[in-house]
T-cell receptor, first 114, second 112 residues
Framework: SQKIEQNSEALNIQEGKTATLTCNYT??????LQWYRQDPGRGPVFLLL?????KEKRKERLKVTFDTTLKQSLFHITASQPADSATYLC?????????????FGQGTTLQVKP | DAGVIQSPRHEVTEMGQEVTLRCKPI?????LFWYRQTMMRGLELLIY????????DSGMPEDRFSAKMPNASFSTLKIQPSEPRDSAVYFC??????????FGSGTQLSVL
């Protein structure tokens, strides 16, 4: 069956360190992968999109990698800040076309301590 | 732009009652999605529309759930009759350029 797996345990790190979150998937051939941030009581907010033919994408302190052989994406936040504390969700499209029909992982909660 | 607007923000109802959730997508977006989020199952896709037409409703749990999109600026998700296991946060999202989704703030539904 198709699965998207993210670390269910919360990730606790010290301010200033790099946070690395993992997203693994099975039985998918996604055309692209997205990362979202969700704060308590709010809807998810889009952060980054990476396509299957891209190895890496950066945006300010964020970096995403996409390895279609390993079926894995890594999400990095460098120089982390307490304001980065949130739940981070990865999402994959279920089709070969860009319909926006996204399936989400369970999310990993990040806690950055000052 | 006000973003995706959902109402109500919170809904508390008794088992067996009809519940209607509402969504106004971002103007110009041609895809609209309904998701449900629970601790156990995470964020699940229920149904999505393209140009007001339902494309895939395979995620709708059962016949008690129905969704409509009568025009480009309005959609409803209805549960009739509601059951306690329907308690969750229901999100509406619309699609912008490049496939990224814009989510509303959600409706927290509690069925007693």
């Amino acid at each position: 069956s198709q699965k998207i797996e993210q670390n269910s345990e919360a990730l606790n790190i010290q301010e200033g360190k790099t946070a690395t979150l993992t997203c693994n998937y099975t039985n998918y051939s996604p055309a692209y992968l997205q990362w979202y941030r969700q704060d308590p009581g709010r809807g998810p907010v889009f952060l980054l999109l990476i396509r299957e033919n891209e190895k890496e994408k950066r945006k300010e302190r964020l970096k995403v990698t996409f390895d279609t052989t390993l079926k894995q994406s890594l999400f990095h936040i460098t120089a982390s800040q307490p304001a980065d504390s949130a739940t981070y969700l990865c999402a994959l499209d279920r089709g070969s076309s860009n319909t926006g029909k996204l399936i989400f992982g369970q999310g990993t909660t990040l806690q950055v301590k000052p | 732009d006000a973003g995706v607007i959902q109402s109500p923000r919170h809904e508390v109802t008794e088992m067996g009652q009809e519940v209607t959730l509402r969504c106004k997508p971002i103007s110009g977006h041609d895809y609209l999605f309904w998701y449900r989020q629970t601790m156990m199952r995470g964020l699940e896709l229920l149904i999505y529309f393209n140009n007001n037409v339902p494309i895939d409703d395979s995620g709708m749990p059962e016949d008690r759930f129905s969704a409509k999109m009568p025009n480009a600026s309005f959609s409803t998700l209805k549960i009739q009759p509601s059951e306690p296991r329907d308690s969750a946060v229901y999100f509406c999202a619309s699609r912008g350029r490049g496939g990224k989704l814009f989510f509303g703030s959600g409706t927290q539904l509690s069925v007693l």
